[in-house]
C-alpha cells in the first residue's frame, strides 16, 4: 500500500512541514508570503499564495499565526530574528524565497548563526533552517536564477542540503527541523514537480549521507541537484555504447560524504562532476580537488568538470539553454574520460 | 520611581565593576598582556546597569563590540570575561571569541557583535521566543548610534512593530561612531524620532543618568511584557575612552573628554544623589569600592594563571567538522 503512494518533491517538502510541526510545537515557520493575502480584507485573501510555489498552504489553517507568520520583505530581519529565536529555543524555518537573495540577510547568516557556537566556545545551540529556491530553466534571469550553494559550503558550520527525490525531500528536511544546527534547505525549482514514492509516516534521511543513484564501474558521475537527473539520462544513454557509469549524489553538499566519494572514485579510476553553479571556487572544484588529494594514485584518466559557465544566469531561453550543462555536454566529458 | 535599597546596591557595585574593568583591561592592553581588538564601555556604566537592573536571566540581550559594560551588567562573570580578553582556556567562551564575543546564553546574554546592527534582529529573534512561547520574557538590544543608520535598525524595529514584539532597542548615542560625529552621519538629529516611522514610542533618555535610564527602560519594559509591543529608546551618552584602544581621538578634544570625566561622571553623579537623599552612605558605597578593586584583581590573576587553550579546540564547537567528515 505505502510502495503505491507517490507524491510530487514539493508536497513531500509540505508534508514534512506539517508532521513536524504536529510534532513539535518549538517549529515555527516564517517568511514573505508564505501564507500570503496578510492585512488584505478580501475574502479568501488568506493562505492564497502559499509561499512562491505554494508549498507553506494550509499550514496557517493547522497552526495559527503563533507559528506560521508573514514576514514583511526584510529579509535581515526576519532571518536574523530566526538566529535569534533558534539560540532562544524555537526551531525557526525561515523562507528565504529565492537565494539570490542571500546578500541582504547575509551578515545574519554567517557572521551571526554560522559562527555562534564557535565564537562562544560551544555554549549557543542554533537550531534553524533556511529554505530557498535555486537553479535556472525557469528563464528567471540573472536575480533569481543562481545555485549559489558554493557560497554557503564554503562558510565553516553552515549545513547545506539538496533533496533531488520526493523521499529524499521529505526525510531530508525532517532531519534539517531536527538538527540542531544551522542547515540551509535548498529547493530547485525545476524538481519541485518530480513525482515518486513517499511514505506517509515520518521518517528522516540522515544529513551528510551521499545516495549512489546509478551503481557502475567505468566512472564516477557526481552530480548536483537537477544534474543529477541529467547525469542518469547520460547514464543510460552511454550503457548501449556499452559504458557502466555510477552516479553519486551528495544530498547533501555540506558537510559532504567525502567518503562515498573516494570509494567510488577508487572503483571507478575516472571522475566527472557535473554543477549547474559556477566553476570558480566551487563545489565542483572542491570536489576535484578532494579527489585529487585522496584518490590521485586510483585515477586512471584527468578529473572532468561539467559545470556553468563563469557568468550571470542569462534571460532568454536559448541562452539560458546553453548555460545550463546539457546532457550532450556530460554523454562527451564521459566518453572522454573513459577513452583514456 | 523608587528603587529598592538592595537594587541600589546591586546598581552601584556593577556600575563601579564595569569602571573598574575597563580602566584594568585600558592598563592590560597597554602593557600588552591583551591580544587583539577592545573597545572600552567606561562612561556609559548607567546605559548597560539602568537597563538591566530590570531583567532576569530569562530576559535576553544583544549587546555590540563595546560589550563588557553589557556582559558584566547582565551578570555574566568577571573572572570568565577577563580570561577571556586574554585569550585563555577558562574564558567565557574558552578563548574562542574574546573581546567582542563574550556571551553567556543561560544568563539571556546573546553576545557581545563585531558586527555593526548584527544584534538588532537577534533581539527579534529572541523576543519572537518570548512571544511565540508565552514565557513573559523581554529581550533588549544594544546598539550604538552608528548602529542606528544600519539596515537590520529599520527592519528589526518594523519586524517588531507589526507583530507587537515584547523588545526594546537601546540606543547608546556616545555622539561617535568611530571617529565620525552623530552630527554629520544620522540625518535628522533625533534618533528617537526614528521610532514614529514605526508607530511605535522613542523616548530620549539622559543616558548620563541612572535613574532617568532605569525609569524610562522600567516603563518600556513594562510596556513590552504588557503585550503592547517594542520601544525605542535613545540614551544619550559619552565614552572616556577612544573607539578602540589605541585610537588617538583626533575627532574630539581633550577638554570634552575632561569635562565628561569631571562633570557628567554617571557614576558620580549616582552617588552624589543616593548620598545626598539619605539613600545609602558613602562608608557602605566605599565597602563596595573596595569590594570591586578585589574582584578585579581577582579577576586578572585568574586570567593570567590560566592556561592557554589547546591547540586542538581550534576545530571543535563547529557546527560541520570536516576533520571527521573526511
Known sequence: MGEERTMSLGLAIREALHQEMERDTSVIIMGEDIVGGAGSDEPGAEDSWGGPMGITRGLVGKFGHNRVRDTPISEAGFVGAAVGAAATGLRPIAALMFIDFFGIPMDQIYNQGAKLRYMFGGKAKVPMVVRALIGAGVNAAAQHSQSLYSIFTHIPGLKVVIPTTPYDAKGLMISAIRDDDPVFFLEHKTLLGEKGHVPEEPYTVPLGVAEIRREGDDVTVVAIAKMVNVALSAAETLEAEGVSVEVIDPRTLSPLDGETILDSVEKTGRLVIVDEDTPRCSLATDIAALAADEAFYSLEAPIKRITAPHTPVP?????ENAYIPSQERVVAAIQEVVSV | MDIPRDKLLEIYERMVTIRKFEDRVHDEYAAGRIPGFVHLYAGEEAVAVGV???LSDADSITSTHRGHGHCIAKGV?????????YGRATGA??????SMHIADIDRGMLGAN???GGGVPLACGAALTAQVQGTGAVAVSFFGDGGAN????????????IWKLPAIFVVENNRY?????????????????RAQSYGIPGVTVDGLDLFDVYETTGAAIDRARAGEGPTLLECQTYRFYGHYEGDTQGYRSREEIEEYRTKHCAIQRFRDRVTEQGLLGDDELDAIDGQVADAIEASVEFAANSPFPDASEVTTDVYVNYEEAI
Not at chain 2, 562573570?77 to 577571556?84: F, H, I, L, P
Not at chain 2, 567562551?93 to 574574546?98: F, S, T
Open chain 2, 52 to 54: 538591566c537592573a530590570h
Open chain 1, 315 to 319: 534571460f532568454s531561453p536559448t541562452l
Open chain 2, 93 to 98: 567562551c574558552k578563548g574562542k571569541g574574546g
Open chain 2, 77 to 85: 562573570d568577571v573572572n570568565e570575561m577577563m580570561a577571556e580578553l
Open chain 2, 177 to 193: 561612531a568611530q571617529s565620525t560625529s552623530v552630527k554629520y552621519a544620522s540625518a535628522g538629529g533625533d534618533i528617537a524620532a
Open chain 2, 150 to 161: 544600519e539596515g537590520t535598525f529599520h527592519e528589526g524595529l518594523n519586524l517588531a512593530a
Open chain 2, 114 to 116: 563585531g558586527i555593526v
